[in-house]
């Protein structure tokens, strides 16, 4: 429940936001009188995320084990493009979204068509609801526990929509940089997980070679797949089933948090890996941007320049004609 919090409670305030400015430009432009048709495009966008979630959660799939892997895996792995792309699409452009919204509605009440609002209101909100569909439908097939995960982000998205409505009335002040800092640094450990969870799958339906293939390195001893350097690249990196039981509540715990598992292939790690360096990395780089473009340059003392020969014979001249004075 605490992962899929975070992210409803994210990915919601982020859609309460936008539809916060919204509503208070058309409020300030005294157009309340097209609000219905930016609302009507709002719920076609959760109806759309809605609708995505219930037939990936609860829809019956006639398929056998390897297609339903090779979807599962497949659409984490969109999950994981969509997750890193809206990081640091909000990591650019935070700072500039309240004029980019306003903006689109002035083309739109420019226009003069119904239809106008209705998409802006739309487009504004479905890119969360459907980035939120499939990441937490990623996460619920990876954690088992579809009733405990669907609270967390349903209780997560109340959360976020009463806080963006307060915050809206000023009744609430939350400092939004460091909220979305710190959430889009999570977001990236978590989809560094279903990245990881992905690749598991994928190598279940032999789409990746892994310990599920016959070219899986072999235990000489045991005849199992190989564990550890001995079963690099294409066996287990660790199996850790003997001391943390896969079903526990730690394993559940840190597998929502880190992606952990208690048994988890050398693809997985080295997947889990690159992708915190890499995008962890360029994430902090454009964290730290703004901060050092805010800071004051210090002040720098003027450069003392050496008089010329002809002003230094003047002031020679000068102080001998106050001397004999």
């Given at each position: 429940m605490l992962a899929t919090f975070l992210i409803g409670l994210r990915e919601g305030l982020e859609a309460a936001l936008v539809v916060g400015i919204l509503v208070a430009y058309l409020t300030r432009l005294g157009r309340r009188d097209v609000l219905p048709r930016l609302w009507a495009g709002v719920g076609l966008a959760v109806?759309?995320?809605?609708?995505i979630g219930a037939v990936l959660t609860f829809g019956a799939y006639s398929l056998t084990f390897q297609a339903q892997e090779i979807l599962g895996g497949?659409?984490?792995?969109v999950a994981v493009g969509m997750v890193t792309w809206m990081i640091f699409w909000m990591q650019r452009t935070a700072r500039t979204m309240k004029k980019t919204l306003e903006g689109g509605i002035d083309r739109a009440l420019a226009q003069g068509s119904m239809w106008a609002l209705v998409v802006l209101g739309f487009v504004s909100v479905a890119r969360e609801g459907v980035e939120?569909?499939?990441?937490?439908?990623?996460?619920?097939?990876?954690?088992?526990?579809?009733?405990?995960?669907?609270?967390?982000?349903?209780?997560?998205i109340a959360v976020s929509v009463a806080a963006g409505y307060f915050i809206a009335k000023g009744a609430?002040?939350?400092?939004?940089r460091v909220f979305f800092t710190w959430t889009g640094?999570?977001?990236?450990?978590?989809?560094?997980?279903?990245?990881?969870?992905?690749?598991?799958?994928?190598?279940e339906a032999a789409v990746l070679p892994g310990p599920f293939t016959a070219g899986a390195p072999v235990d000489p001893v045991t005849g199992a797949?190989?564990?550890?350097?001995?079963?690099?690249?294409?066996?287990?990196?660790?199996?850790?089933?003997?001391?943390?039981?896969?079903?526990?509540?730690?394993?559940?715990?840190?597998?929502?948090?880190?992606?952990?598992?208690?048994?988890?292939?050398?693809?997985?790690?080295?997947?889990?890996?690159l992708y915190v360096a890499i995008v962890g990395t360029s994430y902090l780089r454009g964290v730290r941007?703004?901060?050092?473009?805010?800071r004051p340059a210090p002040?720098?003392?003027?450069?003392?320049v050496p008089p010329s020969p002809h002003m230094r014979d003047a002031l020679v001249s000068s102080a001998s004609t106050e001397g004999a004075r």
């Open positions: 109806g759309l995320a809605l609708a497949t659409l984490s792995l939120s569909a499939l990441l937490l439908w990623s996460m619920v097939e990876s954690f088992g526990d579809a009733p405990a995960a669907l609270t967390g982000a349903v209780l997560g609430l002040r939350l400092n939004l640094a999570f977001l990236v450990i978590v989809a560094a997980g279903v990245l990881a969870y992905a690749i598991h799958d994928l190598q797949v190989a564990v550890g350097w001995a079963g690099f690249p294409f066996g287990w990196a660790f199996d850790l089933s003997g001391v943390i039981a896969p079903g526990s509540a730690i394993a559940v715990i840190l597998q929502a948090i880190v992606g952990f598992m208690p048994q988890m292939t050398w693809l997985q790690v080295i997947a889990w890996v941007g703004p901060e050092r473009a805010a002040a720098v003392a003027p450069a003392s």
